[in-house]
């Protein structure tokens, strides 16, 4: 395994991908030139083409739009957007078109496109570029969403997204791009992940938690500390939502008899109620506590950081939320 | 062009436009009759433009459709019997039942879709002809939309990249004055569309669009212009509607006095009255188109609706 950012394995994916597949190609804004506003497409450019690596003008419905098309004539096309909120401009193309193609024409056509796009908060971007618009995306039939919480789950997943025949909805996490994760194959040598199968993080006995994308590492860091206390977590990163790996939660809640699922979404109407709905019929008698949530709380993304980190869940928070739920009444 | 020529082509024009107008008769008459479900947006009226512009397409070309959009399937010899039944919803239909009038796709005509979003396939269209220029085939993509869908946002972003980018696509404006009840001009400034075409730095033209020969000539150009890696055309095609929005509408904000100065333009009777059919091949023509459309008809009334199982597949590919 190897050390490397997420966004450089975003890049050796698409890197790899590329190299495999001459009808795969790159389109967004600043994606050429400058190698992506987070530098995911960094030397794309140089080594496929202009039309392969294509800077678009700031036209989010136009190149989803672009996509679906070239899609449907035979291209896997890759379609960044600068940021999550964007896609509300291109909202038509990606679930009026996208999402509906193959069904409407009764299979004739397939739509074989990746939308990438960074979501989250923690940046002091405020409310149009923080964020985390998956559940919308989710409660549209006839897309996948897929939020990739490490390097090596987002190089696997992306391969994988890229080779689907359906359109991927991608959510890469914004304050993770910078971060090494030392669990990248070597160049050339992973596995595409499949989707709808969630991963073992770790093993424990007294909770399951069930997160995504950085909630996933934040309760990582969680789950560590709390061991000390004696507190044993299983951590379960989901992957992707559509398709939802239900069994895996259903397995281990039978094991443990609690769950907490822990999203960046907003708390309401959000996938963690969905999740629980979902698995409840088969952990009702497992149960040895109610199913609990956290999320980001139901207001906009405020600006300062000292508004905005308070509503997102975080290493602190979740940990307090475990021990609660672990042990009611607060006894060590 | 030489009169045999033309006389050739009056009869291939002919055949599409009287098999167009059928079929959308017929729809009509099938709503009539409470066997259509939902509505449908006929053609009728505007049958010049989808027969002279799919006449200058080659099989390898591909077409971005409207919610208007049963006379370019027709125009590009899609099964009548698979349309009719989708337009009844049956199982036999081009995507069994699922699409219906609004979005009925047949990809082996390169009807990349029908479109139910007004100005929803012109982005897919300029995507389309992206794909073409990366596949490196020679493929042109024709983009069919309305006067209103010239107002919507991807209008503007589809226009601008496939100009900026030189992609094998030609835009056709079936300007019939109307969004559902919306006179262009009480909504736009510049009625005249193809004016946009100088803003993107690509040819604009406006013709008349009940003239299947002056449709098939321009767009003729501008699909060979693409070909040759030009870039695009807008190509504005003034028709208009016979009946109202859709089967459902009555039509009553129109001018009587405009839709009677329209009906005396009607595209079939022009060219009828060319002088280049006889009138033993007009009625060969016609005889033969109306047992094509009873036979469509009565294989899509008769068809069965898909299992209700079938709702659940199709929702992704394999």
């Known amino acids: 395994m190897r050390e490397i950012m997420y966004r450089e394995a975003i890049q050796e994916a698409l890197d790899e991908e590329m190299a495999r597949d001459g009808t795969i190609f790159v389109i967004g804004e600043d994606v050429g030139v400058i190698g992506g506003n987070f530098k995911c497409t960094v030397g794309l450019l140089e080594k496929y083409g202009d039309l392969r690596c294509k800077d678009s003008p700031i036209s989010e419905a136009g190149i989803v739009g672009l996509g679906v098309g070239a899609a449907i004539a035979g291209c896997r096309p890759v379609v960044e957007l600068m940021f999550a909120d964007f896609l509300t401009v291109a ?72 080779r689907d025949n359906n359109p991927v909805i991608f959510f890469e996490h914004k304050m993770l791009y910078t971060v090494k994760f030392n669990d990248v194959p070597d ?22 938690v069930a997160a995504l994308s950085m909630m996933v590492n934040k309760a990582e860091k969680a789950a560590a500390s709390l061991e000390a206390e004696g507190i044993s977590v299983e951590l379960i990163d989901l992957r992707t939502i559509v398709p939802l790996d239900t069994n895996s939660i259903i397995h281990s809640v039978k094991k443990t008899g609690r769950l907490l699922i822990v999203d960046e979404g907003h708390t309401g109407f959000g996938i963690s109620g969905e999740i629980a709905l979902r698995i409840m019929p088969e952990v009702f008698y497992d149960l040895d506590a109610p199913i609990e949530r956290l999320g980001t709380a139901d207001v906009p993304m405020p600006f300062s950081p000292a508004l905005e980190f308070p509503l997102i869940p975080d290493e602190k928070s979740i940990a307090a939320k475990i021990r609660e739920m672990v042990r009611p009444g607060g006894t060590a | 062009m030489r009169l045999d020529e033309n006389r050739d082509l009056a009869g291939k024009f002919y055949t599409v436009m009287y098999r167009t107008r059928r079929f959308e008769e017929e729809v009509f008459e099938f709503y009539k009759r409470g066997l259509m479900p939902g509505l449908a947006h006929l053609y009728l009226g505007q049958e010049a433009v989808a027969a002279g512009a799919c006449g200058a397409l080659k099989d390898s070309d591909y077409i971005a459709s409207t919610h208007r959009g049963h006379g370019h399937l027709v125009a590009s010899g899609a099964d009548l019997k ?26 082996d005509k390169g009807i990349l879709g029908a479109n139910g979003i007004v100005g929803g396939g012109i982005p897919i269209a300029v995507g389309a002809a992206y794909a073409s220029r990366l596949l490196q085939n020679e493929s042109v993509t024709l983009s069919f939309f309305g006067d209103s869908a010239a107002n919507e946002g991807v209008f503007h972003e589809s226009l601008n990249m496939a100009a900026a980018w030189d992609l094998p696509v030609v835009f056709v404006i079936e300007n019939n004055l109307y969004g559902i009840s919306v006179d262009i001009r009480k909504v736009t400034k510049e009625p005249r569309l193809s004016k946009r075409a100088e803003g993107y730095g690509i040819p604009g033209s406006t013709i008349d669009g009940n003239d299947v020969f002056a449709v098939y000539k321009e767009v003729g150009l501008a ?65 033969s188109v109306d047992e094509e459309i009873a036979a469509a008809c009565s294989f899509a009334e008769k068809s069965a609706y898909a299992d209700a199982a079938e709702a659940y597949t199709d929702v992704f590919a394999d």
């Open chain 2, 82 to 107: 698979r349309m009719m039944a989708e337009i009844l919803g049956k199982g036999t239909g081009y995507s069994k039942g699922k699409g219906g009038s609004m979005h009925i796709m047949a990809l």
């Open chain 2, 223 to 287: 699909v060979a212009r693409a070909r040759e890696g030009k870039g695009p055309s807008l190509v504005e095609c003034l028709t208009y509607r016979h009946q109202g929005h859709h089967v459902g509408d009555p039509g009553v904000y129109r001018p009587e006095s405009e839709v009677a100065e329209w009906k005396a333009r009607d595209p079939l009777d022009r060219l009828e009255k060319a002088g280049l059919l006889t009138a033993l091949k007009i009625k060969t023509i016609r005889d």
């Open chain 1, 91 to 162: 909202m038509d193309q990606i679930c009026n078109q996208a999402a509906k193609i193959s069904y409407m024409s009764g299979g004739q056509a397939c739509v074989p496109l990746v939308v990438r796009m960074p979501l989250g908060g923690g940046r002091s971007s405020a409310a149009q570029h923080s964020q985390s618009p998956h559940a919308w995306m989710a409660h549209c039939p006839g897309l996948k969403v897929v939020l990739p919480a490490t390097a090596g789950e987002a190089k696997g997943l992306l391969k994988t997204a890229i």
């Open chain 1, 187 to 208: 160049k050339d040598e992973g596995a595409p992940i499949p989707f709808g199968k969630a991963r073992m993080v770790r093993e424990g006995g007294d909770i399951t």
